[in-house]
C-alpha cells in the first residue's frame, strides 16, 4: 500500500521554528517531486513549497520564500519541511504529496499521493 506519512508538527510561538517530515512506505520516493501544501480553516489548500525528485530544483510560494526550505534524503525515503521565522498566518495543516510527472507546480492537482496531514499551530 503507498502511503505518504508527515510528522513533526506542534504549537509554536510566533518567530520559532518546525521542521516537518515526509516519509513513505509501500513505494520509493526518489522516483517522484514531492510537494508541501497547508490547509487552514475555511481556506482552500495552498502550495508551499516542492523539490525535484534530485532535489536540484526548488520551487516556493511567495509567502514562505526565505523563511522555509525543502530538502529530502532519499537513502532515507525522507523529505523535510524546515519552517523558520514562523508566522501565525503559517497556521494549518501541512501535507506532503507526491507527483508521479515531477512538474514542480504547486498545484494540488497534478499530485498523485497525498498523506494524512499534520497540524500546525503558530500562537502567541
Known amino acids: 500500500q503507498l502511503q505518504l506519512v508527515e510528522s513533526g508538527g506542534g504549537l509554536v510561538q510566533p518567530g520559532e521554528s518546525l521542521r516537518l517530515s515526509c516519509t513513505a512506505s509501500?513505494?520509493?520516493?526518489?522516483?517522484?517531486?514531492i510537494g508541501w501544501f497547508r490547509q487552514a480553516p475555511g481556506k482552500e489548500r495552498e502550495g508551499v513549497s516542492c523539490i525535484s525528485t534530485s532535489g536540484s530544483r526548488l520551487n516556493y510560494a511567495n509567502s514562505v520564500k526565505g523563511r522555509f526550505t525543502i530538502s529530502r534524503d532519499n537513502a532515507k525515503n525522507t523529505v523535510y519541511l524546515q519552517m523558520n521565522s514562523l508566522k501565525l498566518e503559517d497556521t494549518g495543516v501541512y501535507y506532503c504529496?507526491?507527483?508521479?510527472?515531477?512538474?514542480?507546480?504547486?498545484?494540488?492537482?497534478?499530485?498523485?499521493?497525498w498523506g494524512q496531514g499534520t497540524q500546525v499551530t503558530v500562537s502567541s
Open positions: 504529496a507526491a507527483d508521479g510527472i515531477a512538474t514542480l507546480l504547486l498545484t494540488p492537482l497534478v499530485y498523485d499521493y
Open positions: 509501500g513505494f520509493t520516493l526518489d522516483n517522484y517531486a
